[in-house]
């Protein structure tokens, strides 16, 4: 079982940057694929980013790739999601999520634990 909280959301003007945060509690953490997803309303999850159980394996979605940057730190069983150079379009509910497996995924369907999200919103 894993617990996921956001954090760091919050209002910002185009073209500038917000750093999220996903801090995780319960047995594991370590093993677990990691991602981040987003959702407006009316619309289903969308997938941002994600990043293997030893950080090897990270990939983003075309429309934030050279933007945004997925990191974790397993001993303080925390994910971060930097995004640079936001535009309007990235206004979003923010969530993380965690997989049973560690292999990381850009599915939705993949994830068995997500947080309560945190709500992204840019400025024009």
């Known amino acids: 079982q894993v617990q996921l909280v956001e954090s760091g959301g919050g209002l910002v003007q185009a073209g500038g940057s917000l750093r999220l945060s996903c801090a995780a509690s319960g047995r594991t953490f370590s093993t677990n694929g990691m991602g981040w997803f987003r959702q407006v309303p009316g619309k289903g999850r969308e997938f941002v980013a994600t990043?293997?159980?030893?950080?090897?394996?990270?990939y983003n979605a075309e429309t934030v790739k050279g933007r945004f940057t997925i990191s974790r730190d397993n001993a303080k069983k925390m994910m971060w999601l930097q995004m640079n150079a936001l535009k309007p379009e990235d206004t979003a509910v923010y969530y993380c999520?965690?997989?049973?497996?560690?292999?990381?995924?850009?599915?939705?369907?993949?994830?068995?634990?997500w947080g309560q999200g945190t709500q992204v919103t840019v400025s024009s």
């Open positions: 999520a965690a997989q049973i497996l560690g292999s990381g995924s850009d599915r939705a369907s993949d994830y068995v634990y």
């Open positions: 990043i293997s159980w030893n950080s090897y394996t990270t």
